[in-house]
């Protein structure tokens, strides 16, 4: 690999690339902790957990990439903690959330459509999902697919006969709603990371087939797909830094 590149580059790099606007959570899009000038080698997380701001230190990270920044009206005392760590650690920390959801070819939705074979017809929830036709056109292969793609266990549910038309939309998008919108669109197969008790009823109730595969493993190929660009850029090193799912 390279040498070590400015921090400041592969900041203003990131920004571009991801379109920042400002309409976006200022908190969790763009660099959070600055805690050196240079990057050698980038790593790559779903959360800012202490697990992955330890583990990214042991592995000799410079530049933890997440999708997750640590908001304050979600860790509340935890926030000073974490940015303390990053600190003592000599951890810098770019969060990558609305901006990485709708960035074409990198988000977690186009990500998770490479592994799960749908090929990207259109994109629906602002951005945020990937509409088209599966390779697979049998509930049972696409959550074997799934299954085998994210190391996980996936839970689906067949509500529909039809298998022709569907939607990937990554994390915690199981809100009727979005089932609702891109139902509209022709989609009777939608695949997300976690939903609720309503989710599986709606679906259920409106004859969607519904795949819940998990809220950090279907955004983890998202993450990983921007180290690997940044790395590529700029001739670093990048890892996946393992959290807690991992095990």
């Not at 590149?5 to 990131?14: F, G, P, R, T």
């Not at 990485?100 to 999902?129: C, F, K, M, Y």
């Not at 679906?203 to 519904?210: C, D, I, P, S, T």
Request: charged share 25%.
């Amino acid at each position: 690999m390279g040498h070590p590149v400015s921090l400041s580059d592969v900041v203003a790099y990131v920004d571009l690339l991801l379109g920042i606007s400002p309409q976006d959570d200022r908190e969790g899009n763009g660099i959070a902790y600055a805690a050196g000038d240079t990057v050698a080698k980038l790593g790559a997380a779903v959360n800012t957990s202490f697990e992955a701001i330890e583990r990214a230190a042991e592995l000799g990270v410079d530049l933890l990439l997440v999708h997750h920044t640590s908001w304050q009206e979600i860790d509340f005392e935890l926030r000073e903690r974490k940015l303390a760590l990053l600190a003592e650690r000599g951890v810098s920390l770019y969060a990558a959330h609305e901006s990485l959801d709708r960035a074409p070819s990198i988000g977690p939705a186009d990500a998770l459509a490479r592994l799960l074979g749908l090929t990207v017809e259109s994109r629906a929830l602002g951005g945020h999902a990937v509409v088209g036709a599966f390779a697979d056109r049998s509930l049972s292969a696409l959550a074997a697919r799934t299954e085998k793609a994210l190391r996980t266990r996936v839970r689906a549910f067949r509500n529909s006969e039809s298998f022709e038309r569907g939607a990937i939309a990554p994390g915690g998008a199981g809100h009727t709603s979005y089932l609702r919108e891109t139902r509209e669109l022709g989609c009777d197969t939608y695949v997300t990371g976690e939903g609720s008790m309503f989710t599986e009823l709606y679906a259920r109730e409106v004859g969607m087939n519904l795949v819940l595969a998990g809220h950090y493993q279907t955004e983890l190929p998202g993450i990983q797909a921007l180290a690997q660009r940044l790395a590529e850029r700029f001739n670093l090193e990048w890892v996946t830094v393992p959290e807690p799912w991992d095990s």
